[in-house]
């Protein structure tokens, strides 16, 4: 069964920094996309930043220039770096990814369980 599992989030104050980690596990032949999400109450999940197998990445407007993508393909890990936070930074972070589970398969989309960021004084 895959798996994917957020860390790294927390409380930090305006203007700090964050490393959120999502790991996949489970039999994984390879994986496509690797993106980031954020959610609010009562909104829906917005798009924060993405990044393919190829190695390109795109982000959403209103993190860029303060978030980071990255990524460690040989450890089935993505990284989100985020810089001079702001309290409307505050959400659940949602990691997303493709995967497929061997080879010859359909990339399925698979959604771990959120990890909360929380950005006050």
């Known amino acids: 069964q895959i798996q994917l599992v957020e860390s790294g989030g927390g409380l930090v104050q305006p203007g700090g920094s964050l490393r959120l980690s999502c790991v996949a596990s489970?039999?994984?032949?390879?994986?496509?996309?690797m993106d980031w999400y954020r959610q609010t109450p009562g909104n829906q999940r917005a798009f924060v930043a993405g990044?393919?197998?190829?190695?390109?990445?795109r982000y959403g407007d209103s993190v860029k220039g303060r978030f980071t993508i990255s990524r460690d393909n040989a450890k089935n890990t993505v990284y989100l770096q985020m810089n001079n936070l702001k309290p409307e930074d505050s959400a659940v972070y949602y990691c997303n990814a493709q995967i497929a589970y061997y080879s010859g398969s359909y990339y399925n989309d698979y959604w771990g369980q959120g990890t909360q960021v929380t950005v006050s004084s």
């Open positions: 990044s393919n197998s190829g190695g390109g990445t």
């Open positions: 489970g039999e994984i032949f390879s994986i496509d996309g």
